[in-house]
């Protein structure tokens, strides 16, 4: 599969997961595209602010639209981001009560995308996103969704 469709495909699902749905977390191996997409389609909804727990700049694939990217220095720092933005929080490897903190605040309304490579390392974190996605290296999946639950139930 071409690599540009594939990324577009992965755009076009992420982009409508974001419309009904206000904490996501993707998952996938490393170079699945999870960051760059999160990236490319935060930007395309107005803005971002990014955090990595890992320390790591802003991947290079996005760097041309680096001046509407607010880099969040340190998960603890994240209230320095602009509430309007979308904000990502990359290489997350475990839960930390910041974490845990931050997807509870239903009140400011932000949405907010978590990446991790291993869903296992983050599994406390399910029941507490509206929806998972599963990145591969020519799609992604919804694996999960609070909105098909609440459908399933009434």
């Known amino acids: 599969m071409d690599p540009l469709f594939a990324f577009a495909v992965k755009e076009e699902i992420l982009r409508n997961v974001l419309k009904t749905h206000r904490t996501l977390l993707l998952s996938g191996w490393h170079g699945t595209g999870k960051t760059t997409t999160a990236l490319k389609t935060g930007l395309e909804t107005g803005g971002v602010a990014y955090c990595s727990e890992a320390g ?10 680096k001046e509407d990217i607010v880099v969040v220095r340190g998960f603890s720092e994240r209230e320095s981001a602009p509430p309007d933005r979308l904000l990502i929080v990359d290489d997350v490897t475990q839960v930390t009560p910041p974490l845990v903190s931050l997807l509870g605040d239903e009140g400011d309304g932000r949405k907010v995308i978590i990446i991790t490579t291993v869903l ?9 996103v509206d929806a998972v996605v599963r990145f591969k290296h020519t799609t992604a999946e919804l694996l999960h969704s609070r909105l098909h639950d609440l459908h399933a139930r009434n």
């Open 56 to 65: 790591n700049g802003i991947p290079f694939p996005v760097d041309q639209d």
């Open 120 to 128: 296992v390392a983050v599994k406390e974190l399910l029941s507490r």
